[in-house]
């Protein structure tokens, strides 16, 4: 049995599998008013926290389905923007809704950013994060093994950073969310920033390391070299015509995960800009969730364990 697929579009309406269900599509509206309450990563203040303006204090929106009612996995979502700002809303909120809309619960991270910040800020808050949900996951009621982390963008190098650098969490730690492990168990990467080393997308390496960052670092944190077996499995979406962050990036993953013997799909469209998040009003790009929940149930992650 093949464990890995890949599938490349490379023209609108040939080879194009069903749209997203009208149904799912009107669930997500076009902005979201109001998003819920978010609640501080570290109440008492990240580590290495600069001061406690917003951007200072990492927090986590939840949106949470009903205990019982979903399919018992949930995603962290890490929106897009460089490492500099938050597409809190297209990247973030609107996916949480969609998510919802197939029976899964979102978080939404809002972590720290350059320059004010640089690495391992942003890797301790997406960490923490996963601990955090993993540790409550019978109060939410889903499985502790089913919490995957999705990014966009620069997001998605720091999903893919997470989803390459983790630990078993430390069983003696005072705080019970540090006891948890923070390794996700699947990776959702949408258009995502993956290497610092080739087809770079400059702005995120300088945001999150700085100028003049140690090479061993900047190698360190091009995620495509660090996948092992150990690498949860993951999906992949991303545009041909990508000017922003090059198709290579999900490219040069997807033959790592395959090198490795992990499981990953790989989505590429021909057309379409960066920074689409669920691309509503584009035809052929509108499709990607449908292709994303498809891999989802196919993996048994849209069918609730009892």
Not at 16 to 42: D, G, N, R
Not at 156 to 177: E, K, V, W
Not at 251 to 265: H, Q, S, T
Not at 286 to 295: E, I, M, N, Y
Request: with cysteine; charged share 15%.
């Amino acid at each position: 049995m093949r464990r890995l697929a890949i599938c490349l579009i490379l023209a609108e309406g040939a080879l194009l599998p069903q749209a997203v269900p009208q149904a799912v599509a009107q669930a997500v509206p076009q902005a979201v008013a109001q998003a819920p309450k978010a609640e501080l990563l570290w109440p008492k203040g990240a580590p290495g926290a600069l001061g406690t303006a917003p951007e200072d204090q990492p927090s986590l929106a939840p949106f949470v389905l009903a205990k019982g009612s979903g399919a018992g996995t949930a995603v962290i979502v890490c929106p897009g923007g460089g490492y500099q700002h938050l597409s809190m809303d297209k990247e973030g909120y609107q996916v949480a809704q969609w998510l919802n809309s197939i029976g899964v619960s979102a978080f939404v991270l809002q972590y720290r950013l350059g320059p004010r910040y640089h690495h391992p800020s942003e890797l301790q808050d997406a960490q923490r994060a996963i601990r955090l949900v993993r540790s409550r996951a019978a109060q939410y009621g889903f499985q502790p093994d089913r919490i995957g982390i999705m990014g966009f963008s620069a997001g998605g190098h720091l999903a893919s950073t997470a989803g390459t650098h983790f630990d078993a969490g430390n069983a003696r730690a005072a705080d019970p969310i540090d006891r948890a492990g923070s390794r996700p168990d699947f990776l959702v990467l949408c258009y995502p920033v993956i290497s610092f080393t080739s087809y770079v997308h400059r702005g995120s390496v300088t945001f999150l390391l700085g100028e003049n960052p140690d090479p061993k670092l900047v190698e360190n944190l091009s995620n495509e070299l660090q996948v092992t077996a150990q690498t949860p499995p993951a999906f992949l979406f991303h545009t041909d015509a990508d000017k922003t962050v090059p198709v290579e990036n999900s490219v040069l993953f997807y033959l790592a995960m395959r090198k490795a013997g992990v499981p990953a799909e790989l989505h590429i469209y021909e057309h379409g800009n960066h920074g689409v998040g669920l691309a509503q009003n584009d035809p052929a790009l509108s499709s990607w969730p449908g292709r994303l929940a498809d891999w989802l149930r196919g993996r048994g992650l849209l069918t609730a364990r009892h």
